[in-house]
């Protein structure tokens, strides 16, 4: 709502619906997709698909916890607030107590010589109970407790926003929401802050989605988890906006200020407006008020660990530091370097802050991990398995233009635009924090890039499967795993295949009919790949039989080959880099000899290892 009211209210819409189509549902996408192929942390995972793109893998997860260290902030404001909220303590004017008693909002130099305790205090509460929490077992605690409070706030939400309705002046702020300003779609600040807003909702570009990703089953459904959390995300927000606006129709009504010039400290738009409502509530505010806060407060605490969890894993992958050292590490440091947000001048420096981490860093890493993930890395792999287990969406070529061309072309104008907008606007102090904050990002991004592994498993990124993207069927008995994949083979292709068995791998091929030959070594069954025809498609299968046990005298020697060199790194990029690249090797006849056998070693080494 904070956003919405910010930037024209109801003419924020349209660039808000355009973030989401085209870049909020394809990127989580996206995102979910190829977290889903790695076993790692975000940084580790982008080293292993381009050593030259590493710089990308420590700037996200820095900027993120710089994120971290200006949200603890407003959590802090919010656990204030469950306690004052008991007996309404910010008396008859929430704004003016907001802005004036409780922050000392001063937007000078010399607001940074105030220091603000009831903040800072408040503050390091919070990083106590994310280093407490960090430390525990989060399913018997904090999973316990979210299970309930979680949806306890969406049912005060309801009867927040259904009150809200009802009072005076309510129609004033929804004409605001509702009859825009369309002029102001002009102004590229605006559609910054859309991609910005969508961004930091949906936590795009952030690594969180990607680490989600990694620990999900084979059979999730991905594609309809992308769909439900933004059509969730979205609406949630856009609810909780009509009572937002309604509440600010009343205080236009009450005070005759204009609704765009209501609130002066936008990023607290939640601590002004609600307590607006609950002082109109009358007693029954006085238990309502501490569980709206204390379930916003629970909130943030989930949102705040999720904010730790990219930087934390990537320098415990890289450094070998337990999770333990590493969190406490960083609630030290964070806890230290947010004490410049309990200043007289922090919530200034917040807004900055948030301007320039959601809409111009986060932005351009959006735009890098496009061109990562959608060309080097190809996300056309992933589409066959994203496609397998949706429920709702098939995705295809056009999700392919949308990622490799249409987000990053769009964001790019968007990241110039807005960012020559902030620069022009900007004042000497805005600018200097802006210069302040770039060089924060920056240095910290080379000096954990640069600094030395200390983790012997750094350079040795393993996938969930090789090329699994492209199976479309899989069996398994007590004995015996079977793995398919379909191929669009000619009678050239079979004939190439079967000279290169023999050349490459000394191995022979039992013709069973004209459709159906297979490889094993002399003849000697069971056999570890069928090549058939079926309707006039050629399929390719990977067998392993587990009779004699694994691998046993009588597995062929492609087998074993298979098995002894499964876990090195030099064998996967083998198989990978050459199952990648075949679209180009068309007309190159020895290349796709290579190409076919690599996916035969492909198959085995994923029915094997599933």
Known sequence: PYVLYSNGGGAFFIPYIVAILIMGIPFLILEYGVGYNFKSSFSKAVKSISKKWEYLGWFLPVAVFMILIYYSAILGWDGFYVIISAFKGWGADPNAYFTGSFLQANDTLGGLGTFVPFVAIAMLVGWVIMWVISHTDLEKGLGRVSKVLVP???????????????????????????????????????????????????????????????????????????????????????????????????????????????????????????????????????????????????????????????????????????????????CIVGGACSMIYATAMGSYILGIADTFLNQIALLIGVICECILFAWIFDAGKIIPSLNKNSKTLKIGKWWIVVIKYIIPIVLGF????????????????????????????????????????????????????????????????????????????????????????????????????????????????????????????????????????????????????????????????????????????RDDEKKRRYYLISICLEICSWAFNR
């Open 152 to 330: 306890l706030l969406f049912a005060i939400m309801i009867f927040i926003v259904l009150f809200s309705l009802t009072l005076p002046g309510a129609g004033i702020g929804l004409a605001e929401l509702y009859n825009p300003d369309w002029s102001l779609l002009l102004n590229f600040n605006i559609w910054m802050a859309a991609f910005g807003q969508m961004i930091f909702s949906l936590s795009l570009g952030m690594s969180i989605a990607f680490t989600y990703a990694s620990y999900t089953k084979d059979d999730s459904d991905l594609v309809s988890n992308a769909l439900w959390v933004t059509v969730a995300n979205c609406g949630f927000e856009n609810f909780a906006a009509i009572g937002v606006f309604s509440i600010l129709g009343y205080m236009s009504l009450q005070s005759g200020v204009a609704v765009p010039d209501l609130v002066t400290q936008g990023t607290g738009l939640v601590f002004i407006v609600y307590p607006e409502v609950f002082n109109v509530l009358g007693g029954i505010a006085n238990i309502i008020g501490p569980l709206f806060f204390f379930t916003v407060y629970l909130a943030g605490i989930t949102s705040v660990l999720a904010l730790l969890e990219p930087v934390s894993v990537s320098i415990q992958n890289k450094f070998g530091w337990t999770r333990n050292k590493t969190v406490t590490v960083l």
């Open 414 to 585: 968007v990241w110039i635009g807005g960012l020559f907008g902030v620069i022009s606007s900007g004042s000497f102090v805005e600018l200097s924090i802006l210069a302040i904050l770039t060089v924060i990002l920056i240095g910290f991004t080379v000096i954990l890039k640069k600094l030395p592994a200390k983790s012997k498993d750094w350079d040795e990124t393993q996938q969930k499967k090789f090329d699994y993207s492209s199976f479309y069927d899989f069996e398994t008995s007590k004995n015996r795993r079977r793995a398919y994949r379909t191929l669009e083979l000619t009678e050239r292709d079979i004939n190439i295949f079967k000279n290169a068995i023999k050349e490459m791998l000394d191995l022979e091929y039992c013709l069973q009919n004209t459709n159906t030959f297979s490889l094993c070594h002399n003849d000697f069954i069971p056999r570890n790949i069928l090549v058939q025809q079926i309707n006039g498609e050629w399929h390719i299968s990977g067998l392993i039989d587990f009779e004699a046990g694994y691998p046993s005298d009588s597995d062929s020697d492609l087998t074993k080959m298979l098995f002894e060199n499964y876990n090195n790194e030099n064998w996967r990029n083998f198989i990978s880099g050459y199952s990648s690249l075949f679209p180009s090797w």
